[in-house]
Every structure is written in structure tokens, then in C-alpha cells.
């Protein structure tokens, strides 16, 4: 009887194929490597551009005063009228610290509020223009009313006024130093009255921005004033 014999293989049967592991790991990481690429790429585009858009935005020219919340006051006019700042908001203000009998800084800080906005006319329709009296003695509805008539800003320069009692307090928060160099003032001869000068600007939600100092130039105030109309 013969043996039966075990059938081998044939050597060109096809073979199982085999996962390579390696080259499927390996492909993977090189398209996450893509992706990452292509992520990283856009992110320092979208920092470029942004980054752009701010250095081509125009700079609010004076000293920084931080966005601070303005401190709130409420006063009378040269006309009568109750003017408060938080009533203000919705517009830029100009503010400033005025005395009637003032011979240098005070008139000629009006003539550039007078200037600019002849200059910029319509364009700043909303700005609200404010002048607190560091002087209750000299400062009357009367002298307002002619300070602000001679510096042609009848009908846009509030100019308040009030007592020392209503007065100091609002000096103090916006750190003016008041001294008036006459040991008694009278209604007749006010005498010089030191403060200090310059512009605070505010913008439509009753924040500081920018100081300007009492030599500012006017187109600074200009510029300054269509930023803030625009915000």
C-alpha cells in the first residue's frame, strides 16, 4: 500500500497582504504636520493684518489719561441753563477750566476752540464745548457771557459757574490748582487767579482720553476732535 503523500504549496499561490504599520503611522503624521503648518500660517496672518489695521489707525494726539470714567459734576451756565456731564455723554466734550478777568492762557485758549471749530465746522456738530470758572468771585453770568461773545463761541461754550463750595470740589477731581493772588477778591477787582491750563478731552461715554496742554496746537485739538466723532 503507499504511503499518501502531504501536498505542498504551490510556490506561486498568492500571498495574504501585509498592513505596513509603519508607512500608515508615518503618512498620518506628515498630513497632521501639514495641517499644523497651514494652521500656524494663518494665525500669524490674521496677527499680521490686525496688527496692520492698528498702526494705519490714527493715534488721539495729547497725554493719555487712560479711558478713566470722568468725574461727574453739575453746574449752571452763563444763560441759566443746569449742565451736568453725565448728560453729555452720547458726545465728545472739550473741557477746559476758564476765568473772565484772564489776560493770557484763557483768551487765548478760547480763540483755538474759535478756530478749530471754524475749521472743522459741521464735521463736529455733536462736540459738546465746556468751561468751568476757577474764579466765583470775578466769574459773573454777565462776564461769561461776554468772555464767550468776544471769542465768537456764543451758542457752543458753556461757561459754568458757581461758588467756591460748588467750584473747589471739581477742581480737586480733575486735579486743577487754583490760587487766586489777591488776599481779598472783590466783584470789582478779582485780581490774577493761577490754574492750571489745558484741555481734557471726553469721549462719547463720559471717559478721559487725552489731555492737551495749555500750548497745544490747534489742529492737534482738531484731529483729536474727528477721532473721538467717529468712535
Same mark, same amino acid.
Given at each position: 500500500?503507499?504511503?499518501? %503523500?502531504?501536498?505542498?504549496?504551490?510556490?506561486? $499561490?498568492p500571498?495574504?497582504?501585509?498592513?505596513? +504599520? %509603519?508607512?500608515v503611522?508615518r503618512?498620518?503624521?506628515?498630513?497632521?504636520?501639514?495641517?499644523?503648518?497651514?494652521?500656524?500660517?494663518?494665525?500669524?496672518?490674521?496677527?499680521?493684518?490686525l496688527?496692520?489695521?492698528?498702526?494705519?489707525?490714527?493715534?488721539?494726539?495729547?497725554?493719555?489719561?487712560?479711558?478713566?470714567?470722568?468725574?461727574? !459734576?453739575?453746574?449752571t451756565?452763563?444763560?441759566?441753563?443746569?449742565?451736568?456731564?453725565?448728560?453729555?455723554?452720547?458726545?465728545?466734550?472739550?473741557l477746559? !477750566?476758564?476765568?473772565?478777568?484772564? %489776560?493770557?492762557?484763557?483768551?487765548?485758549? $478760547?480763540? @483755538? !476752540?474759535?478756530?478749530?471749530?471754524?475749521?472743522? /465746522?459741521?464735521?463736529?456738530?455733536?462736540?459738546r464745548?465746556?468751561?468751568?470758572? %476757577?474764579?466765583?468771585?470775578g466769574?459773573?453770568?454777565?462776564?461769561?457771557?461776554?468772555?464767550?461773545?468776544?471769542?465768537g463761541?456764543? /451758542?457752543?461754550l458753556?461757561?459754568l459757574?458757581?461758588?467756591? @463750595?460748588?467750584?473747589?470740589?471739581?477742581?480737586?477731581?480733575?486735579?486743577?490748582?487754583?490760587? +487766586?493772588?489777591?488776599?481779598?477778591?472783590?466783584? +470789582?477787582?478779582?485780581g490774577?487767579?493761577q490754574?492750571?491750563?489745558?484741555?481734557?478731552?471726553?469721549?462719547?461715554?463720559?471717559?478721559?482720553?487725552v489731555y492737551?496742554? $495749555?500750548?497745544? +496746537?490747534?489742529? $492737534?485739538?482738531?484731529?483729536?476732535?474727528?477721532?473721538?466723532? @467717529?468712535?
Amino acid at each position: 500500500m503507499a504511503t499518501p %503523500t502531504t501536498q505542498q504549496p504551490h510556490s506561486n $499561490a498568492p500571498r495574504r497582504p501585509v498592513r505596513n +504599520n %509603519t508607512m500608515v503611522l508615518r503618512n498620518l503624521s506628515r498630513i497632521i504636520v501639514c495641517a499644523l503648518v497651514v494652521v500656524v500660517a494663518a494665525v500669524f496672518g490674521v496677527h499680521a493684518l490686525l496688527d496692520r489695521g492698528q498702526s494705519d489707525s490714527p493715534k488721539l494726539q495729547g497725554a493719555s489719561l487712560d479711558g478713566v470714567v470722568a468725574p461727574d !459734576f453739575t453746574l449752571t451756565d452763563q444763560t441759566g441753563a443746569r449742565i451736568s456731564l453725565a448728560a453729555l455723554r452720547g458726545h465728545p466734550v472739550v473741557l477746559t !477750566f476758564f476765568y473772565t478777568h484772564c %489776560t493770557d492762557e484763557c483768551p487765548l485758549t $478760547a480763540s @483755538k !476752540f474759535q478756530k478749530v471749530q471754524t475749521q472743522l /465746522g459741521s464735521r463736529i456738530q455733536d462736540v459738546r464745548w465746556v468751561a468751568v470758572s %476757577t474764579d466765583p468771585v470775578g466769574d459773573t453770568p454777565q462776564t461769561a457771557t461776554d468772555f464767550v461773545a468776544q471769542h465768537g463761541l456764543t /451758542g457752543t461754550l458753556h461757561y459754568l459757574l458757581g461758588d467756591q @463750595k460748588e467750584l473747589a470740589p471739581i477742581w480737586s477731581a480733575y486735579s486743577v490748582a487754583v490760587e +487766586n493772588t489777591e488776599t481779598t477778591p472783590t466783584a +470789582n477787582d478779582p485780581g490774577m487767579v493761577q490754574h492750571t491750563g489745558g484741555v481734557w478731552l471726553i469721549d462719547t461715554r463720559g471717559r478721559e482720553q487725552v489731555y492737551l496742554d $495749555a500750548a497745544f +496746537n490747534p489742529q $492737534a485739538l482738531a484731529d483729536d476732535l474727528t477721532i473721538l466723532a @467717529k468712535k
